[in-house]
């Protein structure tokens, strides 16, 4: 009985991402874009820890009949794909015309790679740019950069999507794990510090803060060409 227990709060534990995305949403409509990313941020904490719980919870032996991964992607999807995409739609970071066209891109592209079998591979790798649109969104608010350039990076993101580049799992890649997870705990305080500071974040932290996803697209690309090469 306690263990059963156990599992059903794990399960409401990943659940409450969906409620911290709507926490988020309700922010973006009233303009208050930092504390949007606040809760956004949030939601990653859930996010990075729910499945510690689970695994520990055996959430998967006890609640059989219940799909903890299927309920995973749902939060996924609102948190990191339908909430930042309305970021787009209601702070006009591309221009209003292409509204429609790069929030359209982001859900529907998104949806396909949330859908497709080896999405997440056995081996611990996405398929395809794996819909880190609240990171992207928040990057190109502090960016500053024209919106015809906002709308070309995200257009170009969602392109990528379909192409089958293997991205690493950061917690769990098999591949340098321990440098990844120490420089993705490192740029994760920065992001931290930098959301704290927003709007006033120092230009040299904000490119400064671009190291770590530099080098997980270079590993990520390193390794897709290591694998085909075998």
Same mark, same amino acid.
């Given at each position: 009985?306690? #263990?059963?227990?156990?599992?059903?709060?794990?399960?409401?534990?990943?659940?409450?991402?969906?409620?911290?995305?709507?926490f988020?949403?309700?922010?973006?409509?009233?303009?208050?874009?930092?504390?949007?990313?606040?809760?956004?941020?949030?939601?990653?904490?859930? !996010?990075?820890?729910?499945?510690?719980?689970?695994?520990?919870?055996?959430?998967?032996?006890?609640?059989?009949? &219940?799909?903890?991964?299927? +309920?995973?992607?749902?939060?996924?999807?609102? %948190?990191?794909v339908?909430?930042?995409a309305?970021?787009?739609?209601?702070?006009?970071? /591309?221009?209003?015309?292409?509204?429609?066209?790069?929030t359209?891109?982001?859900?529907?592209?998104?949806?396909? #790679? &949330?859908?497709? !079998?080896?999405?997440?591979?056995?081996?611990?790798?996405?398929?395809?740019?794996?819909?880190y649109?609240?990171?992207?969104? @928040?990057? +190109?608010? +502090? #960016?500053?950069?024209?919106?015809?350039?906002?709308?070309?990076?995200?257009? %170009?993101?969602?392109?990528? /999507?379909f192409?089958?580049?293997?991205?690493?799992?950061?917690s769990?890649?098999?591949?340098?794990?321990?440098?990844?997870?120490?420089?993705g705990?490192?740029?994760?305080?920065?992001?931290?510090?930098?959301?704290?500071?927003?709007?006033?974040?120092?230009?040299?932290? @904000?490119?400064?803060?671009?190291?770590?996803?530099?080098?997980?697209?270079?590993?990520?690309? /390193?390794?897709?060409?290591?694998?085909? %090469?075998?």
């Open positions: 009985m306690l #263990g059963r227990l156990t599992a059903w709060l794990v399960h409401l534990y990943t659940a409450s991402g969906v409620v911290l995305a709507l988020a949403a309700q922010n973006i409509f009233q303009y208050r874009y930092r504390d949007a990313f606040f809760w956004l941020a949030l939601q990653i904490v859930v !996010d990075a820890t729910d499945g510690l719980f689970a695994r520990w919870a055996r959430v998967s032996e006890v609640t059989p009949r &219940f799909r903890g991964s299927h +309920l995973d992607d749902i939060v996924d999807y609102v %948190a990191y339908f909430v930042p309305l970021f787009v739609w209601r702070s006009l970071i /591309v221009p209003s015309a292409w509204t429609m066209v790069v359209s891109a982001m859900l529907l592209s998104s949806a396909y #790679g &949330f859908s497709r !079998d080896d999405g997440k591979t056995d081996d611990h790798f996405f398929t395809g740019f794996p819909s649109w609240n990171i992207t969104v @928040f990057y +190109l608010l +502090l #960016g500053g950069w024209s919106q015809e350039v906002n709308g070309i990076i995200l257009i %170009a993101l969602a392109v990528l /999507v192409v089958p580049i293997r991205y690493v799992y950061p769990r890649t098999p591949a340098l794990r321990g440098t990844t997870v120490a420089f705990s490192a740029w994760a305080a920065l992001m931290l510090w930098m959301l704290w500071r927003m709007p006033l974040v120092p230009r040299t932290m @904000f490119w400064l803060s671009l190291a770590f996803p530099i080098y997980y697209t270079v590993l990520s690309l /390193v390794l897709t060409t290591r694998r085909a %090469a075998r």
